[in-house]
């Protein structure tokens, strides 16, 4: 079964940064498409980034040139670096499992908070 587990969530000021972490079990993400969501509150789930398993990447044109996904396959971890955060990133994040570079897959974590204050 496969399982994911967010991290790294926090309250940071207006153009700081957070590192995002997402832990998989049950799977290797080398060889799995990978994502990251986000919801902010009364806002539908909407994509952040996301990573192919041959490493091609697809980032919203809201964090273009401010957000990284990255895939660590020592830790089995895929991890999102947010620079210049602003309030508009203020929501909960979601590491998401399979799919494909365009798609979801059916697989979520819990979710990590992220607050940006102004």
């Known amino acids: 079964q496969v399982q994911l587990m967010e991290s790294g969530g926090g309250l940071v000021q207006a153009g700081g940064s957070l590192r995002l972490s997402c832990a998989a079990s049950?799977?290797?993400?080398?060889?799995?498409?990978m994502g990251w969501y986000r919801q902010a509150p009364g806002k539908q789930r909407e994509l952040v980034a996301r990573?192919?398993?041959?490493?091609?990447?697809n980032y919203a044109d809201s964090v273009k040139g401010r957000f990284t996904i990255s895939r660590d396959n020592a830790k089995n971890t895929v991890d999102l670096q947010m620079n210049s955060l602003n309030p508009a990133d203020t929501a909960d994040y979601y590491c998401?499992?399979?799919?494909?570079?365009?798609?979801?897959?059916?697989?979520w974590g819990q979710g990590t908070q992220v607050t940006v204050s102004s």
């Open positions: 998401n499992a399979g799919g494909s570079l365009y798609n979801a897959g059916g697989v």
């Open positions: 049950g799977t290797i993400i080398s060889r799995t498409a």
């Open positions: 990573i192919s398993s041959r490493g091609n990447i």
